[in-house]
C-alpha cells in the first residue's frame, strides 16, 4: 500500500517565480493537508482540502492557493516567491470518516529553495 | 487557540537510559494530542495519539505518553533508549468537538543518544 507521496522531491526557484507542489494521498484517504517547516521549526498549518474545497487554512497569505482534484491529490502554489518561503513543504492525508480522532500521514516532503 | 511548548529543543542520552521530552499544551477546547517523529530527509510517522480515552498512551517502538490535564502536559518517555531512537520529536495539538483538524506543533526537541 503506497503512502502519502509528493514530487518534486526538491525545487529551486528564484524570488518573484511561481510553484506548484503536488501530493497524492494514501490508498483511501479523502483529505489532504499542507504544512510548510522552515529549518529547525516544527510544521505549520497552511490549509486542507476535502471535497475538492478548502475546508481549514491557517496564517497564510493569499500567495498561497492550492486545490484538490477528483481523486483526492492535491496541489500546492505559491506565488511571487519571497526568500522566507524557503522551507520543507509537507503534505498529510487523513480520511473525513474516521472522525475527529483521524491520524493524518504525512509524506516525505518538498524541499523548496528560493534564491 | 492553541499552542504547543516543548521544553529543550536538544536532549540527549546514553544508550538504555530512560528518554523524557516535554510537551506543555494550551487550548480553550478539550484537546487531542500527538507525537510524531521525524528522521533526517523524512516526512513525519506518528508515534502516538491521545484522543479522550485512556490518558496514558501507549505507542510504536517502545515510546509512551501521559495525558495530565492538570499540568496541560503531554510528556513522551521510553524506558530504555536505543541508538535507532536519535531524530527529532514533534508535540502536536488539535481541538476536539470542533471539527477544526489543523495539527498546532511545537518547536521540535532533537534526541540524541550516545553510545
Known amino acids: 500500500d503506497a503512502g502519502v507521496t509528493q514530487s518534486p522531491t526538491h525545487l529551486i526557484k528564484t524570488r518573484g517565480q511561481q510553484v506548484t507542489l503536488r501530493c497524492s494521498p494514501k490508498?483511501?484517504?479523502?483529505?489532504v493537508s499542507w504544512y510548510q517547516q522552515a529549518l529547525g521549526q516544527g510544521p505549520q498549518f497552511i490549509f486542507q482540502y476535502y471535497e475538492e474545497e478548502e475546508r481549514q487554512r491557517g496564517n497564510f497569505p493569499d500567495r498561497f492557493s492550492g486545490h484538490q482534484f477528483p481523486n483526492y491529490s492535491s496541489e500546492l502554489n505559491v506565488n511571487a516567491l519571497l526568500l522566507g518561503d524557503s522551507a520543507l513543504y509537507l503534505c498529510?492525508?487523513?480520511?473525513?470518516?474516521?472522525?475527529?480522532?483521524?491520524?493524518?500521514?504525512f509524506g516525505p516532503g518538498t524541499r523548496l529553495t528560493v534564491l | 487557540a492553541q499552542s504547543v511548548t516543548q521544553l529543550g529543543s536538544h536532549v540527549s542520552v546514553s544508550e538504555g537510559a530512560l528518554v523524557l521530552l516535554r510537551c506543555n499544551y494550551s487550548s480553550s477546547v478539550p484537546p487531542y494530542l500527538f507525537w510524531y517523529v521525524q528522521y533526517p530527509n523524512q516526512g513525519l510517522q506518528l508515534l502516538l495519539k491521545y484522543t479522550s480515552a485512556a490518558t496514558l498512551v501507549k505507542g510504536i517502538n517502545g515510546f509512551e505518553a501521559e495525558f495530565k490535564k492538570s499540568e496541560t502536559s503531554f510528556h513522551l518517555t521510553k524506558p530504555s533508549a536505543h541508538m535507532s531512537d536519535a531524530a527529532e520529536y514533534f508535540c502536536a495539538v488539535s481541538e476536539a468537538d470542533t471539527g477544526r483538524r489543523a495539527l498546532t506543533f511545537g518547536s521540535g526537541t532533537r534526541l540524541q543518544v550516545q553510545p
Open positions: 490508498s483511501g484517504h479523502d483529505t
Open positions: 498529510a492525508s487523513s480520511q473525513l470518516a474516521g472522525g475527529l480522532t483521524d491520524t493524518q500521514y
